[in-house]
Nanobody
Framework: QVLPVESGGGSVQTGGSLRLSCTVD????????LGWFRRAPGKGRWGVAA????????YYDDSVKGRFTISHDATMNTLYLQMNNLQPEDTAMYYC??????????????????????WGQGTQVTVSS
């Protein structure tokens, strides 16, 4: 019933790190698909990463693979996005999203996120060169 709430955004220099957090509800007693999406200036929303809470399977957009890590703490009902080696191209508004009672797939992160039902308000990440 509670919508996601993001935090942790800010301004960093190229090569810096940030960790985004998102308070999420336990939508299903078995499994949910949780994801991070971003909207860069002049571009549409696109997937960053997703995780299936039931088995921990993760998916990443090619642009962040090896630099970002998505994780979920079931005890704290918190979704995280650890972002390392940030680049100016990562500057965007970041949103967390949830699809209850669902298993993630590569297709869900390779898109605009229309498959997700619940969205947070967004947190801004700015990376300067």
């Amino acid at each position: 019933q509670v919508l996601p709430v993001e935090s942790g955004g800010g301004s960093v220099q190229t090569g810096g790190s940030l960790r985004l957090s998102c308070t999420v509800d336990r939508y299903s007693r078995r499994t949910d698909c949780l994801g991070w999406f971003r909207r860069a200036p002049g571009k549409g929303r696109w997937g960053v990463a997703a995780i299936t809470t039931g088995d921990g399977t993760t998916y990443y957009d090619d642009s962040v693979k090896g630099r970002f890590t998505i994780s979920h703490d079931a005890t704290m009902n918190t979704l995280y996005l650890q972002m390392n080696n940030l680049q100016p191209e990562d500057t965007a508004m970041y949103y967390c999203a949830a699809r209850p009672d669902f298993v993630c797939s590569r297709a869900l992160v390779a898109g605009t996120g229309t498959e997700f039902f619940y969205w947070g308000q967004g947190t801004q990440v700015t990376v300067s060169s």
